[in-house]
Structures are given as structure tokens and as C-alpha cells.
């Protein structure tokens, strides 16, 4: 659309009624006009050595990379972007690389998840900013998935999500091992006594082979599945191994199909509607997926303008089972799931619980991309029927009762079966340090019966949501062979780990939910079946601690933390900034 002042300096080239003319580009306002403006811009780029005709009339893709040298389920993404850039260049458009911020999981502190919504923010203002007519998003590590589609949902230009893709298989002393999942295993073998520093040690070196997100049904695959299945993702993509040859093959698809997507005008708009987030549900109680994605999903469908909700969520664990036989619900990971089929192969399995008219990124429905998956011959076991799941437990259960108002979730599948229905005294630590400082203390008053209970690990009190709710089981019980306890914070926890760990209990006790009331022995009452979570402590008694109870200092008092603790929601609700949160668009860079 030429609508600054000035001649057009070329006229458009006539195309096809549905497609878009080249003066309909965002990026024509910048370089397709005669005025000073446009001459600078062509300038300005030409300074680089980018000719003029390059720039003109073509669809400028940004390729949106949080690669970094720190983050290394990203490291080889560097190398990925030129893929894209190629894919892009043959499809007649220009490349340009943005680099954003990246969030790997286990170096940010406090939590990635503090950054989950900077990353969001700077992903639409890159691309509202710049000459750009659509955006190839690259991520893969957990936040930076509901990171970049977050941004590029609120934008709404053409996008499409290229994954990182997962690491490969681990293997340590014979056993096949799970990034995060065996982490946790053996460091309580370790402080059991069962194996030496040593082994520890090898462990270390074994663990993490290649490039790539963890290789479980972690928060990284599970929310790179959902990209796949809310139709941003090349079918099939998610789940190549981030050093498999097809993984460079893929990157270089994606550059040259976003190209026509531009043409298409084929936006975020297009593909996610109710029936996607259906879907998407459908497909995260399938996989067995992180409870991390309860928070990240409920973010994008509000970001949407999608009503969806924990209690949608729950009823849609108690329709499909866990199919997915990967870590840590299950015994393989995600090279297997790959050769298995992958996603379109499982989405085949529950197609009965698909709207399969759902548009995506091919420009095809979700039906017709995967009309031809079918699970792998021998791989039946890795990708199940809705009929044999590995667990009919569920991928997730919500509880409410008096210490949850609002919600808690729990992740039945990863846990003990026998504390499904528990009651048992409370231990209580006031914030992490409280706990690291004492979970070994052979002074403290705990058994197999008791419940852990971590407050002040919330969105607020963490700061930021971090992943500290799987509890460390005690020494002492370790000991005694207890591999397993009830758990309950309004922390997260990895999608890596499992165990009978109830999260994101809201409101959080930083702002005077519930939680900051529990004491040292109160018993507490766990029903997953019923979805109940009770602090057996009549009311009168609450009432008066409440009357006792003050809120802590803020964390902040300036910058993005600030900021952070001033406009984030509660788990419940995404944990997205509220300015944020509903759709709507902001003025384009058109006049200026």
C-alpha cells in the first residue's frame, strides 16, 4: 500500500486476484516510494551492498533467530538461519536475520519464564519496527516457543516456527537416558549412596549429546508440538533431531514457504480460531505434556482472542489418555517418537478428537497434511492407540478446594499411583533458600506420610515462575528407599521431571494466597480423582492467620522486573503482562 507522499517509483507487477501486488507489502512503504524517505532506505542499503532491485517488490522475511553461544539447545542455530536464508533467496524474497533474545533454560536466571514476555514483546516490536512482510521464528528451548508465537500472534503478519529440534538419544551404562529426567533419578541415587561421585561424573558427560532441546516430552517438544499442531510448523518438523540431515533440509522449506505465505497474506489470524486450540488441547494430553504448557497455552489463545481455560483443559485429560511412550511418562524419547512417525502419526491416532479443517502454514488443512501419516511398522509401543495408552491417568488434572481457589495442577501420568489420594502432615519451607537449607537436615520432622510444601515460588514471589516444585525428596528417606512424596507449590516444575508434584497453586502465596497459611504440621488432603486439594484447617483458624499474615517487599523497584511484578497474571490466566494479553493492533510505522 503506497500511502506516503510521493510517485511510486516502479509500477506493481500484475498478479493473481487472491495473491497480493508488490505495492501491498509492508515493506514497500519503506522502499517502494519516490520521496526522501524511500530514497534513504534504498540508500541506506545500498551502503551494505545490497542492490535496489533486491529490495523492491520483494517480500523482506525477517528470520527472527535466538541463537546464542550460552544457549545451547540453540548454538546450531546460527548455522540453521543460512539454511532459511537460502530457502528464502529461492523463493524470490529477501532475508533479513534479527536476532533476539535467547532463552535457555538452564542458564537464565532467576527462571527463563521471568523473560517469557520480554521475548514475546521484542519479537512484535521487531517485526512492527522493520521493513519486514513475514517472519520465519526460530526457537525450540521452552519459553522461547510461546515467546516468539506470542509476539508474532499480536503482530499478525505471516509466520511460520522453524524448532530447534531435540538432541539425541543418551545413553549411560547400558540405559537409555533422558536429559532433566535421569538428571533427578540419579542425584538421588547419588545422595542415596547407590552410585559414586564418579559415576556422577560420567553421567555428566553422557547425558547431553548433541545440539538440541532435551530429548523427553519436556515443555521443549511439548510446545513446539503445539506450534505443529496450531498450524505453524511444517508438518512433521518437530520432532527431526536438531543434527539429523533433514534438519537443515527442513529450515530451507520453511524460508520458502513463509515467502508465499506472504503472497497469501496467510497470517496468524487464519489459523488459530477456537477449533485450533481444540486441537492443540487434544494433542497435549496425547503427548503426555509438560504442565508447563497449561500456562503457555491459556497465554496464546487469550493473546488470540480464544476463551480457554484450565477447567477446558482438564476435561480434555479426561477424554484421552497419554499415547506418547516418552520420558518421563514413559521409556523412550524423542529420536524414537521421530522414527515412529512423529506428530502427524500420533495426530492420525486422534484424529476423532480433531477438527482436521483447521488451516495451516501449508496452506492446507491439518487433515490433508496428515492424510498419509501412519505409525511406523514396530513402533506401536512408542506411539499408541487411543485404546492402550500408557496411562489412563492423565496428562493433567486441575484441583481446587480451599488451598487452591483459584487452581492447581497436577501431572497424574509422571506420578506415584499411590498418592493419588493422600492426606499427611505438612512440612513447610517459607521460600527456596528455607528449603535448600534444610531439605537434609537429619533434625527435620518428616516421613513418607508427610507433604512438602514450597511457598513463594510463584509469578511474584520466585520472582518469575521458576521451575523449583519438584521437590527433592529428603535425605534421610531417600535412605530409606522413598523415591516419591507429595509435593505442593505455586512454583513450576521441568517438563523433564516427574512425581506427585502439585504446581502453580493460585492465588500464589506472595500475594496472600492460601498457601502463605499453611503451617508445619497441618494436614492436608490430595484427591486427584476428585480434583481436590484441602487444608483440612477450619476457617476460624485460617481467618486469624490471615489477620497475622503481611506481604513481603516487593522483589523490584525499577526496570523489567519492575515492570514484571506491576502487570503479570496469574497462572491461571498465563502469566502474560495484562497490557498484553488482548488482541488488538498498534498504529503501523507508516507515517513516520
Same mark, same amino acid.
Given at each position: 500500500?503506497?500511502?506516503?507522499?510521493?510517485?511510486?517509483?516502479?509500477?506493481?507487477?500484475?498478479?493473481?486476484?487472491?495473491?497480493?501486488?508488490?505495492?501491498?507489502?509492508?515493506?514497500?512503504?519503506?522502499?517502494?516510494?519516490?520521496?526522501?524517505?524511500?530514497?534513504?532506505?534504498?540508500?541506506?542499503?545500498?551502503?551494505?551492498?545490497?542492490?535496489?532491485?533486491?529490495?523492491?517488490?520483494?517480500?523482506?522475511?525477517?528470520?527472527?533467530?535466538?541463537?546464542?553461544?550460552?544457549?545451547?539447545?540453540?548454538?546450531?542455530?546460527?548455522?540453521?538461519?543460512?539454511?532459511?536464508?537460502?530457502?528464502?533467496?529461492?523463493?524470490?524474497?529477501?532475508?533479513?536475520?534479527?536476532?533476539?533474545?535467547?532463552?535457555?533454560?538452564?542458564?537464565?536466571?532467576?527462571?527463563?519464564?521471568?523473560?517469557?514476555?520480554?521475548?514475546?514483546? &521484542?519479537? &512484535?516490536?521487531?517485526?512492527?519496527?522493520?521493513?519486514?512482510?513475514?517472519?520465519?521464528?526460530?526457537?525450540?528451548?521452552?519459553?522461547?516457543?510461546?515467546?516468539?508465537?506470542?509476539?508474532?500472534?499480536?503482530?499478525?503478519?505471516?509466520?511460520?516456527?522453524?524448532?530447534?529440534?531435540?538432541?539425541?538419544?543418551?545413553?549411560?551404562?547400558?540405559?537409555?537416558?533422558?536429559?532433566?529426567?535421569?538428571?533427578?533419578?540419579?542425584?538421588?541415587?547419588?545422595?542415596?549412596?547407590?552410585?559414586?561421585?564418579?559415576?556422577?561424573?560420567?553421567?555428566? /558427560?553422557?547425558?547431553?549429546?548433541?545440539?538440541?532441546?532435551?530429548?523427553?516430552?519436556?515443555?521443549?517438544?511439548?510446545?513446539?508440538?503445539?506450534?505443529?499442531?496450531?498450524?505453524?510448523?511444517?508438518?512433521?518438523?518437530?520432532?527431526?533431531?536438531?543434527?539429523?540431515?533433514?534438519?537443515?533440509?527442513?529450515?530451507?522449506?520453511?524460508?520458502?514457504?513463509?515467502?508465499?505465505?506472504?503472497?497469501?497474506?496467510?497470517?496468524?489470524?487464519?489459523?488459530?480460531?477456537?477449533?485450533?486450540?481444540?486441537?492443540?488441547?487434544?494433542?497435549?494430553?496425547?503427548?503426555?505434556?509438560?504442565?508447563?504448557?497449561?500456562?503457555?497455552?491459556?497465554?496464546?489463545?487469550?493473546?488470540?482472542?480464544?476463551?480457554?481455560?484450565?477447567?477446558?483443559?482438564?476435561?480434555?485429560?479426561?477424554?484421552?489418555?497419554?499415547?506418547?511412550?516418552?520420558?518421563?511418562?514413559?521409556?523412550?524419547?524423542?529420536?524414537?517418537?521421530?522414527?515412529?512417525?512423529?506428530?502427524?502419526?500420533?495426530?492420525?491416532?486422534?484424529?476423532?478428537?480433531?477438527?482436521?479443517?483447521?488451516?495451516?502454514?501449508?496452506?492446507?488443512?491439518?487433515?490433508?497434511?496428515?492424510?498419509?501419516?501412519?505409525?511406523?511398522?514396530?513402533?506401536?509401543?512408542?506411539?499408541?492407540?487411543?485404546?492402550?495408552?500408557?496411562?489412563?491417568?492423565?496428562?493433567?488434572?486441575?484441583?481446587?478446594?480451599?488451598?487452591?481457589?483459584?487452581?492447581?495442577?497436577?501431572?497424574? /501420568?509422571?506420578?506415584?499411583?499411590?498418592?493419588?489420594?493422600?492426606?499427611?502432615?505438612?512440612?513447610?519451607?517459607?521460600?527456596?533458600?528455607?528449603?535448600?537449607?534444610?531439605?537434609?537436615?537429619?533434625?527435620?520432622?518428616?516421613?513418607?506420610?508427610?507433604?512438602?510444601?514450597?511457598?513463594?515460588?510463584?509469578?511474584?514471589?520466585?520472582?518469575? !515462575?521458576?521451575?523449583?516444585?519438584?521437590?527433592?525428596?529428603?535425605?534421610?528417606?531417600?535412605?530409606?528407599?522413598?523415591?516419591?512424596?507429595?509435593?505442593?507449590?505455586?512454583?513450576?516444575?521441568?517438563?523433564?521431571?516427574?512425581?506427585?508434584?502439585?504446581?502453580?497453586?493460585?492465588?500464589?502465596?506472595?500475594?496472600?494466597?492460601?498457601?502463605?497459611?499453611?503451617?508445619?504440621?497441618?494436614?492436608?488432603?490430595?484427591?486427584?480423582?476428585?480434583?481436590?486439594?484441602?487444608?483440612?484447617?477450619?476457617?476460624?483458624?485460617?481467618?486469624?492467620?490471615?489477620?497475622?499474615?503481611?506481604?513481603?517487599?516487593?522483589? !523490584?523497584?525499577?526496570?523489567?522486573?519492575?515492570?514484571?511484578?506491576?502487570?503479570?497474571?496469574?497462572?491461571?490466566?498465563?502469566?502474560? !503482562?495484562?497490557?498484553?494479553?488482548?488482541?488488538?493492533?498498534?498504529?503501523?510505522?507508516?507515517?513516520?
Amino acid at each position: 500500500m503506497n500511502d506516503l507522499p510521493g510517485p511510486v517509483v516502479e509500477p506493481p507487477v500484475a498478479v493473481t486476484p487472491e495473491r497480493k501486488t508488490r505495492d501491498q507489502l509492508r515493506s514497500w512503504r519503506w522502499f517502494g516510494t519516490g520521496d526522501t524517505r524511500g530514497f534513504s532506505h534504498r540508500s541506506r542499503m545500498q551502503q551494505v551492498g545490497i542492490r535496489r532491485e533486491e529490495v523492491m517488490g520483494r517480500p523482506i522475511i525477517a528470520v527472527v533467530n535466538t541463537w546464542s553461544e550460552i544457549s545451547t539447545c540453540h548454538r546450531h542455530l546460527r548455522e540453521r538461519a543460512d539454511s532459511v536464508k537460502r530457502g528464502i533467496l529461492g523463493a524470490g524474497g529477501f532475508p533479513i536475520e534479527l536476532p533476539a533474545m535467547s532463552l535457555g533454560e538452564v542458564m537464565v536466571k532467576p527462571t527463563t519464564m521471568f523473560y517469557r514476555n520480554f521475548l514475546a514483546m &521484542e519479537c &512484535e516490536e521487531l517485526l512492527r519496527s522493520h521493513p519486514v512482510d513475514g517472519a520465519v521464528l526460530m526457537g525450540g528451548c521452552d519459553k522461547t516457543t510461546p515467546g516468539l508465537l506470542l509476539g508474532a500472534i499480536s503482530m499478525d503478519i505471516p509466520a511460520i516456527y522453524v524448532p530447534a529440534g531435540p538432541q539425541l538419544n543418551g545413553h549411560f551404562q547400558g540405559v537409555k537416558v533422558g536429559v532433566g529426567t535421569h538428571t533427578r533419578k540419579y542425584y538421588d541415587e547419588l545422595r542415596s549412596g547407590l552410585i559414586t561421585e564418579q559415576q556422577w561424573i560420567d553421567l555428566e /558427560a553422557a547425558m547431553c549429546r548433541s545440539h538440541g532441546t532435551c530429548n523427553t516430552m519436556g515443555t521443549a517438544s511439548t510446545m513446539t508440538s503445539i506450534a505443529e499442531v496450531l498450524g505453524f510448523c511444517l508438518p512433521g518438523s518437530t520432532s527431526i533431531p536438531a543434527d539429523d540431515a533433514a534438519h537443515p533440509r527442513m529450515a530451507a522449506d520453511a524460508g520458502e514457504r513463509l515467502v508465499s505465505m506472504v503472497w497469501e497474506d496467510l497470517k496468524p489470524s487464519r489459523l488459530l480460531t477456537a477449533q485450533s486450540f481444540s486441537n492443540a488441547a487434544s494433542t497435549y494430553m496425547a503427548l503426555g505434556g509438560s504442565t508447563n504448557c497449561a500456562v503457555h497455552l491459556i497465554a496464546m489463545a487469550r493473546r488470540a482472542g480464544v476463551a480457554l481455560t484450565l477447567d477446558q483443559l482438564d476435561a480434555r485429560a479426561r477424554e484421552i489418555g497419554v499415547l506418547v511412550n516418552l520420558m518421563p511418562s514413559g521409556d523412550y524419547l524423542m529420536e524414537d517418537f521421530h522414527y515412529a512417525g512423529g506428530l502427524p502419526a500420533l495426530l492420525r491416532r486422534i484424529e476423532a478428537h480433531l477438527d482436521l479443517t483447521a488451516l495451516t502454514v501449508t496452506g492446507r488443512t491439518l487433515g490433508e497434511n496428515i492424510a498419509h501419516a501412519r505409525v511406523a511398522p514396530g513402533s506401536e509401543d512408542i506411539i499408541r492407540a487411543l485404546d492402550n495408552p500408557i496411562s489412563d491417568r492423565g496428562a493433567l488434572a486441575v484441583l481446587y478446594g480451599n488451598l487452591a481457589p483459584d487452581g492447581a495442577v497436577i501431572k497424574p /501420568a509422571a506420578a506415584e499411583p499411590a498418592l493419588m489420594r493422600h492426606t499427611g502432615p505438612a512440612v513447610v519451607f517459607e521460600d527456596m533458600r528455607d528449603m535448600m537449607k534444610r531439605i537434609d537436615d537429619p533434625a527435620l520432622v518428616v516421613d513418607a506420610r508427610s507433604v512438602l510444601v514450597l511457598k513463594n515460588a510463584g509469578p511474584l514471589g520466585g520472582p518469575g !515462575f521458576p521451575e523449583w516444585g519438584n521437590l527433592p525428596i529428603p535425605k534421610k528417606l531417600l535412605a530409606q528407599g522413598v523415591r516419591d512424596m507429595v509435593r505442593i507449590s505455586d512454583a513450576r516444575m521441568s517438563g523433564t521431571h516427574y512425581g506427585t508434584c502439585v504446581l502453580h497453586v493460585a492465588p500464589e502465596a506472595f500475594i496472600g494466597g492460601p498457601l502463605a497459611l499453611v503451617r508445619d504440621g497441618d494436614l492436608i488432603e490430595l484427591d486427584v480423582q476428585a480434583r481436590l486439594l484441602e487444608l483440612k484447617v477450619d476457617a476460624a483458624e485460617l481467618a486469624l492467620r490471615r489477620a497475622d499474615w503481611r506481604a513481603p517487599q516487593p522483589r !523490584f523497584e525499577r526496570g523489567y522486573g519492575q515492570m514484571f511484578s506491576a502487570h503479570v497474571t496469574q497462572a491461571p490466566l498465563g502469566c502474560d !503482562f495484562d497490557f498484553l494479553e488482548k488482541p488488538g493492533t498498534l498504529a503501523e510505522p507508516d507515517i513516520y
